[in-house]
């Protein structure tokens, strides 16, 4: 039978792996296959003339809260135009659906819920052997068992792939039962063995194009021996991507911080879900209440100086006032590299939508069912928090004026009250150009600060927007603490900074910075960065 798989990803950077473990298996039973991956941003017309031209007897849509609209939409585009097709859906988004799904939405004929890798391939076959109306009459939601074969799956990407970040599944399941996690409705967790893991990595190292391996894993050190043994085996030199893991901090322990600390400079990246710091919070959540040690765990691997650090908060959690959460946000932001504040989606088939009520949670009824209001926070509180968090993105999480929010964390000032009143400056911030955006932090950073920290704000912003931005300095960040040095002077420079780069435009200096000067290359709108003392 002839099956199209789609799904439309949330940008370009993004993959779906679901499409390639089912159409895998889907081949496998002897099924021809068709995949029509696009984006959200691609025309829908577009997108619809791509499925029309599959021309498959089954279309199957791999649907989460980002792109159930989008499919839904499409669906009925395509059965208006070719109605004898069969439309089935899959994917978290739902998985967890009623019969009255199908009466609102008559363009779709089944769900397949669940696991699908032995579960689809099944009702294409009955769809094969008996027809459309005969399966939609023995039952329209389909059910996938957890699928064992998947610790033998293998990497589902081919060895043509053309995208810089892939995703990679070592286990299926998780140890937490998160309350607004659809994790908390599976138990138990299965995982690959150690050497299976290593082995399937090095086929990535035969693409080329592939910058970053994602493990998808919802907690990869969930068995901290087996993570310190994959750990052990990337130090290799044969293994050359960077790779993304996201972990229960509060398992870490120094066996695992010995091995994490030989990685060299951005060879991994680490992700934790500290969610919130408030121990009551996390009571009704039913997640771990070792805050503190997640904490501390954070700051010591992000002390190594070596491995980037990702935290992610939920703002609308139950028992987390506006003021509350602003302590949860000052606890995290230090710990990290960036920290990203997200706000609860009340998803169907989690603890926390049944129990919603309880805690005068209200939240849209479309996808992504984001909060818009509980018993601890007003709309209003959210709306405030969304405006934090586009500052926090462009000024704090860019990494692009480290130098200058330096200058705002030694003097003590809390991050959450910092990101607060630039947002109340500028709002979010959207569709500001960025020259006027560095005007307005520039402002707002010297209203903080002393008169005689102001020249050294001003020049720390400046060698911020060198490193980062093109063009020449804005007059705004002009002062007397630059000096560019005179091109008789690089071959001194040169002699002292061995990395100094060939092709260097610009020395600069700096008086607030004793430590000496730095080398500025903007050839092909990059920016290389050498600090030596003349």
């Known amino acids: 039978m002839r099956v199209a798989l789609v799904t439309l990803n949330a940008s370009y950077a993004h993959t779906a792996p679901a499409l390639r473990c089912l159409g895998a298996s889907l081949i496998q039973h002897g099924h021809k296959v068709i995949s029509i991956e696009r984006t959200l941003k691609d025309k829908h017309l577009s997108v619809l003339a791509s499925l029309i031209e599959a021309d498959a007897e089954v279309y199957g849509f791999s649907t989460y809260i980002w792109n159930l609209t989008e499919h839904l939409a499409l669906a009925a585009r395509l059965k208006a135009v070719r109605p004898e097709v069969t439309i089935l859906f899959g994917g978290p988004e739902v998985s967890y659906e009623e019969e009255s799904f199908f009466k609102q939405h008559p363009c779709v004929d089944l769900i397949q819920a669940g696991e ?42 081919s060895s043509d792939t053309d995208r810089p970040m892939v995703y990679y599944e070592s286990s299926r399941g998780c140890p937490y039962a998160c309350s607004y996690c659809l994790s908390a409705a599976e138990t138990g967790v299965r995982a690959k063995p150690v050497s299976r893991v290593l082995q399937e990595l090095k086929v990535f190292e035969t693409m080329p194009a592939v910058k970053i391996v994602k493990f998808v894993d919802r907690t990869f050190n969930f068995d901290r021996h087996r993570a310190c043994a994959i750990w052990e085996g990337l130090l290799k030199e044969e293994y050359t991507k960077t790779y993304h893991f996201e972990i229960a901090a509060e398992w870490i322990d120094e066996d695992t911080l010995a091995v994490l600390s030989r990685f060299p400079r951005g060879k991994v990246q680490l992700e934790a879900g500290v969610q919130s710091t408030n121990p009551i919070t996390l009571a009704a959540i039913h997640r771990s209440r070792e805050v503190q040690r997640t904490l501390a765990w954070l700051k010591r691997l992000r002390d190594l100086g070596t491995i980037h650090i990702h935290a992610d908060l939920i703002a609308g959690l139950p028992h987390e006032n506006i003021e509350r959460f602003a302590v949860s946000f000052d606890e995290t932001y230090p710990v990290c590299d960036q920290l990203q504040l997200g706000f609860l989606k009340l998803l169907k088939g989690t603890p926390l939508h049944r129990e919603a009520a309880s805690f005068g949670i209200v939240a849209s009824p479309e996808p992504p069912y984001e909060v818009l209001r509980t018993d601890d926070l007003s709309f209003a509180d959210l709306l405030r928090l969304h405006r934090i968090e586009g500052v926090l993105e462009r000024f704090g999480n860019s990494g692009h004026f480290d130098y200058t929010l330096a200058s705002i964390w030694a003097k003590g000032i809390s991050p959450f009250s910092f990101f607060d009143g630039l947002a109340r400056v500028i709002g979010d911030g959207e569709g500001l150009s960025q020259l006027r955006a560095i005007e307005h932090l520039k402002t707002y950073c010297l209203s903080l600060l002393d008169a005689a920290e102001a020249e050294a704000l001003i020049g720390r ?74």
């Open 461 to 534: 912003l400046r060698l911020d927007y060198y490193i980062h931005e093109c063009g020449n300095c804005p007059s705004f960040l002009a002062g007397g603490g630059e000096g560019v040095v005179a091109p008789i002077r690089r071959s001194f420079c040169m002699g002292k900074c061995p990395e100094y780069p060939k092709n260097a435009t610009e020395v600069h200096h700096f008086a607030f910075d004793p430590e000496g000067y730095y080398v500025i290359d903007r050839k092909g709108h990059r920016v290389t960065r050498v600090l030596c003392d003349l």
């Open 116 to 157: 699908g890798e032995e579960a689809l391939p099944a009702l294409v076959a009955e769809l094969e052997a008996k027809g459309r109306d005969a399966v939609i009459a023995a039952g329209r939601i389909r059910r996938g068992e957890a699928y064992e074969g998947f610790l033998e799956a293998g990497v589902s990407y």
